[in-house]
C-alpha cells in the first residue's frame, strides 16, 4: 500500500481500481445478443469455450443436490444454518405491515408489499465458491415471498457446482438451479430460454464483465440488485485498534480479488506505520497471498489531519465496507451518510457481515453507496398503493380533482368525478 501524508488534493485517492475496459461493453452485448437469439445453443457455446464443459442439460438435479448435501461437512453444515438463522432473524424484522391511512372523511389509503413473482441470482464460483451469497439472496427473496428463485452458477470442468453452494441453495429454497456462469447466465436469464426461466430482476455480484452485462439489461428494461463492482473496505484506525486486526480486516478484503481495493486512514503517522508492519507479517502466511497482494498494490493508506478532514474523505469516497476502529465509534457512525455497511470497535471485522451477524453482505461498490443502498427484504418486493373512496368521500374530494383536472385542460378526469357526483345528487 502506497502511503500518502496530509495530501492537499483528493481527487486521485478517491478513484476506484479499474481494468483494461474499453473493448469490454461490444464483446459483452455480442453475447447477450446470441443469448437472445439462439437460446440454449448459444449458452452452451459459451459455457464449453469459457467453463471448458459441454453439458447437455444445465439443469441441476435432485439426485445432484443430494449428493451434494452429503459431500457437505457436518461442521460446516452447522455453521451455514446457523448463519441462515442469524441472516433471517434480521431480515424478517424489516416486514412492513400494512398501514391503513384516512387522508380524509371517507378517503383510505394503503400500501402492501408484493414480492417480485420470478427473480434470477447469480453465485460467482471461480476463485471462490460464494455460498455465502446463496443465502444473502435466497433468504431475503424467500422471506419476500418471491414464487419463483432462480439460480445460475458457473460449473467446474466436471461439469459441477460446488457442493456448499447447492446445499445453501436447497436449504433457502431456491426453486430451479442451473449449471451456467457467466454473461450467458445473465444472458439467460434476462431473456429467458428453452431451459432456463425468464426472470423479472437479477440479483447477485461478479466481474467487470458480470457487471456489464447487468448494467446493459438494465437499460433494456429489466430490473437489477444495484451496480455492484470490485469488493472494497475502508478502515479508520487510531491509537486504540489493534495493528493486527486492522491488517487482517485489510487482507480479508484484499484476497477477494487482484481488482478489490483497500483503503487504511487515520490521524496518526505510526499507527499507519504499525499496521503496514502487520500487513508483512500475515500476507505471507496467505494461500492467496499473490491475489492479495496485487489488490494491495492499487490500494492506499492515508494520514489526515484530523477527525473532520477524515469524515468528510469518508463520505465523499462512500465505501461499501467501513470500519471505524476507533475510540468513539459510536459517536463518529452517526456522521457517516455514505457508506454500505459500517462495523464499529476492535471486535467487528467486516468478516462477520460477510458471513453471519445477519446483515446482508450485497453491497453499493464504486461510490454508487451515495445514492444506493445494501440488499434488503424491500430489494425482493414491490409496493402496490391501493385507495378506496365511499360516496361521502366522492362528494368530500370531489371538488378538488374537478378544479384540478379543469386547470390542466383534462375534462374527461374531470367528467370521471363529475358523473358520479350527479348519480349520487340524482339519488
Known sequence: MKTFINPEEWTTLLQRSRLGTEDLEPV???????????????????????????????????????????AVSSPLKRAIQQAKNNIEVFHKSQKEAVQYVETMDGITCWRKSVGIDRVGLYIPAGTAPLFSTVLMLGIPAKLAGCREIVLCSPPNQKGQIHPAILYAA??????????VGGVQAIGAMAYGTACIP????????GNQYITCAKQLILKEGLAIDMPAGP????????????????AADLLSQAEHGTDSQVILVSSSSLVVENVQA??????????????????????RAIVLKDEQTIVQFINEYAPEHLILNIKNAEKVADQVINAGSVFLGNFTPESLGDYASGTNHTLPTNGFACNYSGLSLDSFVKKITFQKATKRGLKNIGWVVETMAAAEALEAHKNAISIRLKSMNDE
Open 198 to 205: 425468464k426472470v423479472y430482476k437479477i440479483f447477485g455480484p
Open 278 to 299: 502487520a500487513i508483512k507479517q500475515q500476507i505471507a502466511r496467505l494461500p492467496r497471498k499473490d491475489m492479495a497482494q496485487i489488490a494491495l498494490n492499487n490500494s
Open 28 to 70: 459483452v452485448q455480442s453475447i447477450l445478443k446470441d443469448i437472445q437469439q439462439d437460446g440454449d445453443v448459444a449458452v452452451r457455446r459459451y459455457t464449453s469455450k469459457f467453463d471448458r464443459v459441454q453439458l447437455d442439460d444445465f439443469s441441476v438435479s435432485k439426485a445432484e443436490i443430494q449428493a451434494a448435501i452429503e
Open 231 to 246: 469488493s472494497e473496505l475502508l478502515v479508520w484506525a487510531d491509537e486504540c485498534a489493534n495493528p493486527a486486526f486492522v
Open 170 to 179: 436447497s436449504l433457502v429454497g431456491c426453486t430451479k438451479i442451473f449449471k
